[in-house]
Structures are given as structure tokens and as C-alpha cells.
């Protein structure tokens, strides 16, 4: 059985791999789009019955005007570098739900929801360009399905160890290091990376969208404003620190620009 789950955790590891085509690197996916959009979807409907979806109104139209010019404008991309219909499976949907939480966010195959609470940080719909391009990035890098991998990997490790692991003592220092070990220094980590590749990406696809890059640096310099130096150390978060999103943002923008011109896009809103 040890060496049986052994083999599986190693098997997995080397072979499921799909490429990213914002970076051409390999990264761990073992659920296609067959497989998980379906889920999402209907998780999204089921979120959308339990919740107050705002319809109609200025702010809502908004939502969905930006989501389709930044998800054209990622169909615009991929298509140019060698990667058409890598889209064909997703149903593109953007709500704004009546929420003071400031936050948004993306399902897998592109279902996303912002929250009323985040509009008076995006304050117009440059900012809201921001938010959307980091959400539909999630979407087009499959995050999600690869934090699904990294889980599935992190569960098949503790398996791995507890049936290794005969002493019941042993067992129990085993379980706690790994826990806080596979979190801090795996999970965590890989969890930030993911938000740091959408920061780049979304503010890419929102330029050649015909948004300014510009303001992902100021949207950044909002939220830290609201949160008022609350966070938590970077290293414990899911998320990088608000300066170190300001630091990046502000050394992208000029190359997001760079992109947008080999699309002609050279002037910004």
C-alpha cells in the first residue's frame, strides 16, 4: 500500500502536466476542462440563486462591458501566439452582486462575480479593468484546477506518511509538521505565485483591451489605504503584500504597453 501510493504520488507528479501559454512553462494540472468546468458552472449558478445579483444598472452593465473587452482582448492574444480555440470550453459570464465584502473573483472556464464593497476602491471603470484583467487571468492560466493538483498532491502526502509511519506518537509529530510545513512553505507560496502571475497577465490583457496599465499601481495604493496596514505577513498569506503588488505593478505597466502597441493599441483609457 505505502509504496502503492508512493508510485501514484510520483506518477502524477511527472504527468500531469499542461502549459501555460503566458509563460510556455509546464505546470501540474490533472483536471481538464471536461472535468471541472462543468462543477464550476454549476456551483456558480447555485452561488448566483443564493445571492443578491445586482441587474441593470450603470454599475452592472459596466461590469460586463469590461469583462468582454478584456476576455476579447485575451482571445486577441492567444490567438496571435499560437494558441486558437484554447477558449472554445469556457462561458465567459460577469455579475456584480450586492456585497459590502471588497473583493472579487473567478471560477474555473470563466464565471466571475465582483462585489458591490470593491467598486469605491476600483472607483471608475479603469479600476474595475484592473480587477477584472487579474480574475480573467486566473481563468485563463487554470489556477484553479492547479490549486486542485497541489490539494490533491498535499492529501496523497499525508496518506503517504501516516501509513508509513507505524508509531502513533510519531505519527501525530509527523502530521502536525507536515501541515504547517506543506502550507508555509508549499501551499501558501504557490497560492501567491498565482496572484502574482494574474497581476501580470490581467494587467497585459487590459492593455491590449485599451485600458490604461497605469492604474493597477493606484488601485493597489487604494487597497492598502483600506486596509489600513492590517494584513498579515506575506509569508503567511495567500496573497503577496500590498507593496510588493504596488512594486510589480508599477515595473508591468510599461510592458504591458509594449504588448498592447504589437496590437495597435497605443493610446489608453
Not at 144 to 168: E, F, W, Y
Request: one cysteine or more; a positive charge; charged letters at 20%.
Amino acid at each position: 500500500m505505502r509504496k502503492l501510493i508512493l508510485v501514484l504520488i510520483i506518477f502524477i507528479g511527472a504527468t500531469a502536466c499542461k502549459t501555460n501559454p503566458f509563460t510556455g512553462q509546464k505546470v501540474l494540472n490533472f483536471y481538464g476542462n471536461k472535468q471541472i468546468f462543468p462543477m464550476a458552472f454549476a456551483q456558480y449558478d447555485q452561488f448566483l440563486t443564493e445571492n443578491a445579483v445586482v441587474t441593470n444598472t450603470a454599475e452592472s452593465k459596466m461590469i460586463t462591458r469590461v469583462g468582454q473587452r478584456i476576455s476579447s482582448a485575451a482571445e486577441r492574444w492567444l490567438t496571435a501566439n499560437g494558441y486558437p480555440g484554447y477558449l472554445k470550453d469556457y462561458k465567459w459570464e460577469y455579475n456584480l452582486v450586492k456585497d459590502e465584502t471588497v473583493n472579487a473573483w473567478c471560477m474555473p472556464g470563466g464565471k466571475i462575480v465582483f462585489y458591490t464593497g470593491i467598486l469605491p476602491i476600483t472607483q471608475q471603470e479603469t479600476g474595475v479593468a484592473v480587477v477584472m484583467g487579474h480574475e480573467v487571468a486566473h481563468a485563463l492560466a487554470d489556477h484553479g484546477a492547479q490549486r486542485m493538483s497541489a490539494g490533491t498532491l498535499q492529501q496523497l502526502g499525508a496518506v503517504a506518511g501516516n501509513v508509513a509511519i507505524k508509531d502513533p506518537q510519531k505519527r501525530n509529530m509527523f502530521n502536525q509538521a507536515y501541515g504547517l510545513g506543506s502550507t508555509l512553505g508549499i501551499m501558501l507560496p504557490f497560492s501567491r505565485s498565482h496572484e502574482t502571475e494574474a497581476d501580470r497577465i490581467g494587467l497585459q490583457i487590459m492593455a491590449i483591451a485599451g485600458y490604461n496599465p497605469d492604474e493597477g499601481a493606484e488601485l493597489w495604493k487604494r487597497m492598502k489605504a483600506k486596509s489600513g496596514g492590517q494584513a498579515p505577513p506575506e509569508f503567511m498569506s495567500t496573497h503577496p503584500s500590498n507593496d510588493t503588488r504596488i512594486s510589480n505593478l508599477t515595473q508591468w505597466a510599461p510592458l504591458a504597453k509594449k504588448e498592447a502597441a504589437k496590437f495597435g493599441v497605443t493610446s489608453f483609457q
